[in-house]
T-cell receptor, first 112, second 112 residues
Framework: SQQGEEDPQALSIQEGENATMNCSYK?????LQWYRQNSGRGLVHLIL?????REKHSGRLRVTLDTSKKSSSLLITASRAADTASYFC????????????FGDGTTLTVKP | KAGVTQTPRYLIKTRGQQVTLSCSPI?????VSWYQQTPGQGLQFLFE???????NKGNFPGRFSGRQFSNSRSEMNVSTLELGDSALYLC???????????FGQGTRLTVV
């Protein structure tokens, strides 16, 4: 089964609003990465957060990690129509070299 | 800096045939991972190579194999293709463990 589970599965918002997506995982991790995928194309790397970090920012993106709850969240502020995509979290651990375990993703639709 | 390059972008094969997909990582990256993405199973890890050695393997049948060359380029081979092998095959490269993994645009394989 997948390690990560994103919530919600689908999210629809208006341009300018904030979007929050959550990711839960089951086992201990060393890091967690967030990716964006546009309509069956490649994955675009957004942010990597390590297990000893609690929060990271990159432009309009804010990622938090709570290892005690085995969960992470991705916040996109002031969303744009171009943010419409699927968002995935992927976990990595020392016991599984080179492998990222992906969740099922959240499909975000931003209406202009 | 050039990104991860996958060739070909699209491929149509007949059941029973075999196929080879290619992945050129970002310059300096020695780790290459392969993933299969389908609507039903999501993103599934196939295998990971580092410095020409397979370090990790997912739960796929032996028909799926790969290799990495001394220049870090990697190939993935699928023999005796089945209809269920139709998928988007993605490769990712990274500098190593706990580093960001960057994906290519993928190869869309259709088996008819």
């Amino acid at each position: 089964s997948q390690q990560g589970e994103e919530d919600p599965q689908a999210l629809s918002i208006q341009e300018g609003e904030n979007a929050t997506m959550n990711c839960s995982y089951k086992t201990s991790i060393n890091n967690l990465q967030w990716y964006r995928q546009n309509s069956g194309r490649g994955l675009v790397h957004l942010i990597l957060i390590r297990s000893n970090e609690r929060e990271k920012h990159s432009g309009r993106l804010r990622v938090t990690l709570d290892t005690s709850k085995k969960s992470s969240s991705l916040l996109i502020t002031a969303s744009r129509a171009a943010d419409t995509a699927s968002y995935f979290c992927a976990t990595g651990s020392n016991t599984n070299a080179g492998k990222s375990t992906f969740g099922d993703g959240t499909t975000l639709t931003v209406k202009p | 800096k050039a990104g991860v390059t996958q060739t070909p972008r699209y491929l149509i094969k007949t059941r029973g045939q075999q196929v080879t997909l290619s992945c050129s990582p970002i310059s300096g990256h020695r780790s290459v991972s392969w993933y299969q993405q389908t609507p039903g199973q999501g993103l599934q890890f196939l295998f990971e190579y580092f410095s020409e050695t397979q370090r990790n393997k997912g739960n796929f049948p032996g028909r799926f194999s790969g290799r990495q060359f001394s220049n870090s380029r990697s190939e993935m081979n699928v023999s005796t293709l089945e209809l269920g092998d139709s998928a988007l095959y993605l490769c990712a490269s990274s500098l190593g463990r706990e580093r960001e993994a960057f994906f290519g645009q993928g190869t869309r394989l259709t088996v008819v």
